[in-house]
Antibody, heavy 119, light 107 residues
Framework: QVQLVQSGAEVKKPGASVKVSCKASGYIFTGYYIYWVRQAPGQGLEWMGWINPNSGDTNYAQKFQGRVIMTRDMSINTAYMELTRLRSDDTAEYYC????????????WGQGTTVTVSS | DIQMTQSPSSLSASLGDRVTITCRAS??????LNWYQQKPGKVPKLLIYDASTLQTGVPSRFSGSGSGTDFTLSISSLQPEDFATYYCQQTYSTPYTFGQGTKLEIK
């Protein structure tokens, strides 16, 4: 079945970096964009950006420009989201999700990865 | 950036009620509007894309409409499993912003 499986929870200190993985299975990895969305505790959804697994092209929300890096490894059908210079307000659940194009929304989501930033 | 404003922020309703949630965009965005449902501790679920197209497997009591700047999500007859938070999202231009969410609670 189609699924996205994310890496496990992380605890990081302020200023550190975190890299979350998102392994795709059950579909053609290069046929769908991978989006990253985060959700702070008790808050709404925040779109971070996308990567096109086929080309490697990325598009980041201005808020994260310079701090986020989205990559992929086509040999293992895995996308990555690295967030650097972590702050306490980066504490959130991070989701990857796939979508065929911008018109169709994000139809399959990973289970989420909890990232806690604390000194 | 396109700002998405949902109303109401919260809503109390009874089983069997019909409810409508509104999402307004700060600029025209054709029909690039999606609706998601999220239950506590769960992953968001895509309900509707392209403003009015029901995602496969989503019950027909859910419907979406609108274009341009004004969109609605309707649930025709509330079921127990429908009590959740609903988010709209525009995918017309990046960043693909979400509304702040509408929490639907049991009256």
């Amino acid at each position: 079945q189609v699924q996205l499986v994310q890496s496990g929870a992380e605890v990081k200190k302020p200023g550190a970096s975190v890299k979350v993985s998102c392994k795709a299975s059950g579909y053609i990895f290069t046929g769908y964009y991978i989006y990253w969305v985060r959700q702070a505790p008790g808050q709404g959804l925040e779109w971070m950006g996308w990567i096109n697994p086929n080309s490697g092209d990325t598009n980041y929300a201005q808020k994260f420009q310079g701090r986020v890096i989205m990559t992929r490894d086509m040999s293992i059908n895995t996308a990555y989201m690295e967030l650097t210079r972590l702050r306490s307000d980066d504490t959130a659940e991070y989701y990857c999700a796939r979508g065929p194009s911008s018109l169709y929304g994000m139809d399959v989501w990973g289970q989420g990865t909890t990232v806690t930033v604390s000194s | 950036d396109i700002q998405m404003t949902q109303s109401p922020s919260s809503l109390s309703a009874s089983l069997g009620d019909r409810v409508t949630i509104t999402c307004r965009a700060s600029q025209s965005m054709s029909s690039y509007l999606n609706w998601y449902q999220q239950k506590p501790g769960k992953v968001p679920k895509l309900l509707i894309y392209d403003a009015s197209t029901l995602q496969t497997g989503v019950p027909s009591r859910f419907s979406g409409s609108g274009s341009g700047t004004d969109f609605t999500l309707s649930i025709s007859s509330l079921q127990p499993e429908d009590f959740a938070t609903y988010y709209c999202q525009q995918t017309y231009s990046t960043p693909y912003t979400f509304g702040q969410g509408t929490k639907l609670e049991i009256k």
